[in-house]
């Protein structure tokens, strides 16, 4: 008898833990999105081949800056899941800019760019950096002429925006930089077979991270295809963090709106590839996975999680590691007599 009721039992766990497992699917669906594996349309850019292979070089062109040294992978480097390994980049004449690189990976779903929101998107965002005396330090004149120097670049242009009467523009620039940046993605990831129904995609500890996540509050900033990057929150909802990590002088969404509300108010960055686009928050000061989820949940969820949920909560962060775009580093087309020299002051 006693054998029977174990052969009983063994069919009843087995199916307790599908339900467990079916539930969790379930849940996660309900709040995230795998990341597809083509790009989406983007409104007012039709993505063409031509421009796509003109936002290529010009994503790796450091023409674009006045010293000629910085490119946009310089900050956001295709070989390092988008990113820089910098608290924060370095940029013309070896400044230090004021935050953290996000990475350009799957950027596109954002729902804006940069920490505090000021670029609405893409190709907003890409002349940002070019203007900057921090970064790039030039600006459109100095761009257009550069690149209407260039002679290689001008039939590149032209089979981008065949309609421009005037193809080499610094809004053309900026267009062709986003069609190639939203093919930036990275699907794949073993969240992302999960969410499609593979539940052995995830083993036992990743899921308890994912319940983790998702019970203790951490999904209502990071939630849809981003895992993140949909909406802006106070950092130090519950307590402030320690002012190296959150530093008083950089006030957030405030330098932007001008709102009180929004003093301290950041974009919650997407995690997708967190665990390999380190340091952390918008100052970098933070180089650890595990510290960073301690942060956040004493700052964020006035929390403190037990050393294995911590550990859990990581393990299941590194199952946002998707697959990497693999590229080619352009041929870029020659300087003639007539380019620009190199500014270095």
Aim: charged content about 20%; proline content about 8%.
């Amino acid at each position: 008898m006693k054998r029977m009721h174990l052969f009983l039992l063994v069919p009843l766990c087995l199916c307790n833990s599908a339900f467990a497992a079916d539930d969790l699917m379930s849940r996660a669906n309900k709040l995230f999105n795998p990341i597809p594996t083509k790009a989406p349309p983007l409104k007012g850019n039709p993505a063409t081949a031509a421009k796509l292979d003109l936002g290529a070089k010009l994503f790796f062109d450091p023409r674009l800056s006045s010293s000629q040294l910085i490119s946009c992978n310089t900050c956001h480097n295709v070989g390092l899941a988008g990113a820089d390994l910098q608290e924060t980049s370095t940029g013309h004449g070896w400044q230090k800019g004021p935050r953290n690189s996000p990475t350009v990976f799957n950027a596109v779903f954002d729902v804006a760019q940069f920490w505090d929101g000021r670029a609405k998107d893409l190709q907003t965002q890409a002349k940002g950096p070019v203007q900057a005396a921090v970064e790039m330090n030039s600006n459109p004149e100095l761009v257009v002429k550069t690149l209407k120097s260039i002679p290689g670049y001008a039939p590149l242009f032209k089979a981008a925006f065949p309609r421009a009467a005037d193809p080499v523009s610094f809004d053309n620039m900026a267009r062709a930089i986003e069609v190639f940046e939203a093919t930036l993605l990275t699907p794949n990831s073993p969240f992302d077979r999960f969410l499609k129904g593979d539940a052995a995609a995830l083993n036992a500890r990743e899921k308890r991270g994912l319940r983790i996540f998702m019970d203790k509050g951490c999904a209502p900033c990071h939630a849809g295809t981003n895992v993140g990057g949909v909406g802006y929150y106070p950092f130090g909802v519950r307590e402030a963090p320690a002012t190296e990590i959150r530093p008083s002088g950089d006030t957030g969404r405030f330098m932007v709106t001008n709102t009180e509300s929004d003093r301290y108010v950041f974009k919650a960055p997407s995690l997708r590839n967190v665990a390999v686009t380190q340091p952390y928050f918008h100052s970098g000061k933070v180089w650890k996975l595990y510290d960073a989820v301690v942060v956040m949940s004493s700052a964020q969820l006035g929390v403190k999680l037990k050393e294995g949920e911590v550990e859990d909560t990581v393990a299941f962060l590194k199952t946002l590691t998707g697959r990497q775009p693999r590229l080619h580093y352009p041929l870029l087309p020659p300087s003639s007599d007539d380019t620009p020299h190199p500014q270095l002051k």
